[in-house]
């Protein structure tokens, strides 16, 4: 089974409905909720789609979109030392660069989904687009 990060932007075009990438992650929190793959965020995925989804709306509805994503995603966890490797890395964005050591030290990502494939270039862990990734896990199907 596919062990999957999904980088902050993936999940912000799902809760922004924005157009036509929200198709594709509905289509792989999908297979999550199925439980075809193991999908996994990070702290800071969830702050900042907190902080950008209360902008339009009310902090209960929010905290519920966010109790809904939690019942069929992971998180990794986040510390100090992945904080020091971010912060001494290659990586030109520093929230990559947390979530790629997270995915990494939680030894349980295989890949990691972003739409900023170029952000990743430092990565050590297989990075897809959702399409991408889409397409490889139907044809390995």
Request: hydrophobic fraction near 45%.
């Amino acid at each position: 089974m596919d062990q999957i990060l999904l980088d902050t932007d993936v999940i912000l075009h799902f809760f922004f409905d924005r157009k036509p990438f929200a198709e594709d992650t509905a289509k792989i929190l999908r297979w999550c909720e199925l439980k075809e793959i193991r999908g996994f965020i990070t702290p800071v995925t969830v702050s900042n789609v907190y902080y950008l989804l209360r902008k339009n709306s009310t902090a209960a509805k929010v905290i519920e979109k966010l109790k809904e994503l939690m019942t069929i995603i992971d998180v990794v966890i986040m510390d100090r030392e992945i904080i020091m490797n971010a912060l001494h890395s290659d990586f030109n964005d520093f929230e990559d660069a947390l979530q790629h050591f997270s995915a990494l030290k939680s030894r349980k990502v295989h890949l990691i989904i972003t739409r900023n494939v170029k952000d990743y270039k430092y990565s050590t862990l297989p990075v897809f687009t959702p399409e991408s990734y889409i397409r490889r896990k139907m044809s390995n199907d």
